[in-house]
């Protein structure tokens, strides 16, 4: 879906959530901010630098890091070593990759301060592809957040996961925007975590901005219940 005019700004801080129905234009948006595509029009904005047009490893040196996929996942190691492994390559550290891991104390730490938050220690001597699916979701979660971004896009964290999962999650997210001096941008189909852990939600509808608000004004904008959610998800998220 091609985007018509399309401006939004997040704020410093902020959890802002992504929300519109299939076709809407969100994945073309998140693409372009996250530097997968580029623009034929406009401009992205960051920290006051032009971005638009960067590929996503020089956006990561910038600050913006985009929730790793399951595929990017070394699912044959460990869920520590995946950890330091991102770090490794976050922080410009590949020289360390000769040495022992232990030996890089910092990075070592790091990586358990990381898993700490996520509420991962159980699980770090496992490799990755013997944890549960939540699980392993939180490791994409969490790898996205190695290289201390400023702006963290989250690409729906909660698809195929069960009720407990999913609140899990919810319970993390919101942790996590607590504790830490980052800005969020999810984008998510499950409407109970959008207006769970965001401040700001933008609805996006045929290439267009259609609504921009608190969860409170979302739920009740009329133009937002008939384009997408519907009187029943609205009442019920």
Request: aromatic share 6%.
């Amino acid at each position: 879906m091609a985007l018509k005019g399309v401006s939004i700004k997040l704020r410093k801080g902020e959890f802002s959530a992504l929300i519109g129905p299939n076709g809407a234009g969100k994945t073309t948006l998140y693409n372009v901010i996250s530097g997968k595509f580029p623009p034929t029009s406009g401009e992205v904005v960051f920290d006051g630098r032009l971005v638009h047009g960067l590929p996503p490893h020089q956006l990561l040196r910038l600050g913006i890091s985009r929730s790793f996929q399951l595929t990017n996942v070394f699912a044959g190691l460990t869920v520590r070593e995946n950890f330091l492994a991102a770090l490794v390559a976050c922080h410009d550290r590949g020289k360390d990759l000769w040495n022992p891991l232990k030996r890089c104390k910092d990075l070592y730490e790091e990586a358990e301060h990381i898993l700490e938050q996520l509420g991962l220690t159980h699980v770090t001597e496992l490799p990755v592809k013997a944890l549960s699916y939540g699980d392993k979701r939180l490791v994409e979660v969490g790898l996205a957040l190695a290289s201390r971004p400023k702006l963290v896009m989250l690409d729906e964290p909660t698809a195929g996961m069960n009720p407990e999962e999913t609140d899990r999650m919810i319970h993390l997210l919101k942790k996590l925007s607590r504790e830490m001096d980052t800005t969020f941008f999810l984008t998510e189909h499950d409407m109970k975590v959008v207006f769970s852990v965001a401040d700001r939600i933008f609805v996006l509808h045929q290439g267009e901005l259609l609504a921009e608000g608190s969860p409170a004004e979302i739920r009740e904008n009329r133009k937002v219940k008939e384009a997408y959610l519907g009187e029943r998800s609205v009442a019920g998220a």
